[in-house]
């Protein structure tokens, strides 16, 4: 009876902590998608600047695909590792300036998380995740702001861990992998926030 206890008690509290694990991983259902606050692109500028988003989402999706199939051969390095994470981090950057226009809610936050970009050379892996994709570096924000953010921080984690180990062991391949494959699940996401 005591272990019938012990596993409930403490399947309570993984559920609870996979509970907060999705919330603070920006998770969104498509009704609270669709009640986000966003500005309509009235001018033909405003307009091109969507226009523009669009196409550098494809080229991400496209870009990350790459920097994966790349992780998987046996002719990775490091070097070409990090040109393809800074080409993400670049499409990136121009990404949220379209967030930040049509999502004028977010403007701070993701002005703040462009500021990782000049640490990239010195800071921890432990620091930026907890500051960066865990947000205590950031200010409080909608929950709509984070899928946009994760779009530069995965690239600058990667930037982190090839400079923590230019060899790619398999355990730094697999983070890398890992950090690539979470951002290409918040593409459509920012699709449908920052395009649709």
């Known amino acids: 009876?005591?272990?019938i206890k012990l596993f409930i008690f403490?399947?309570?509290?993984?559920?609870?902590a996979l509970s907060q694990f999705a919330v603070a991983s920006g998770t969104m259902n498509e009704h609270e998608v669709s009640n986000v606050s966003r500005v309509d692109a009235t001018s033909e500028n405003e307009k091109q600047l969507l226009s523009k988003a669009a196409g550098l989402l494809a080229d991400y999706e496209i870009a990350a695909k790459k920097l994966i199939t790349n992780l998987e051969t046996n002719d990775s390095n490091v070097e070409t590792i990090n040109e393809q994470a800074n080409t993400l981090l670049e499409l990136s950057e121009t990404?949220?300036?379209?967030?930040?226009?049509?999502?004028?809610?977010?403007?701070?936050?993701?002005?703040?998380s462009l500021l990782l970009k000049s640490q990239l050379q010195d800071i921890s892996h432990d620091k930026l995740e907890k500051d960066y994709h865990h947000d205590a570096a950031?200010?409080?924000?909608?929950?709509?702001?984070?899928?946009?953010?994760d779009l530069f921080v995965h690239p600058a984690t990667v930037i982190v861990l090839t400079r923590d180990d230019p060899s790619l062991n398999e355990e730094t391949k697999l983070s890398i992998e890992a950090?690539?494959?979470e951002v290409l699940g918040h593409l459509e996401l920012v699709r449908q926030l920052v395009i649709y």
């Not at 403490?10 to 609870?16: A, G, K, P, V």
Request: hydrophobic share 35%; aromatic share 14%; glycine share 0%.
């Open 138 to 149: 950031l200010p409080k924000s909608a929950p709509e702001c984070y899928h946009t953010k």
């Open 10 to 16: 403490n399947s309570f509290f993984i559920c609870l």
């Open 179 to 181: 950090e690539i494959s």
């Open 95 to 112: 990404i949220i300036d379209s967030a930040q226009f049509r999502l004028p809610q977010c403007k701070e936050y993701l002005a703040k």
């Open 1 to 3: 009876m005591y272990l």
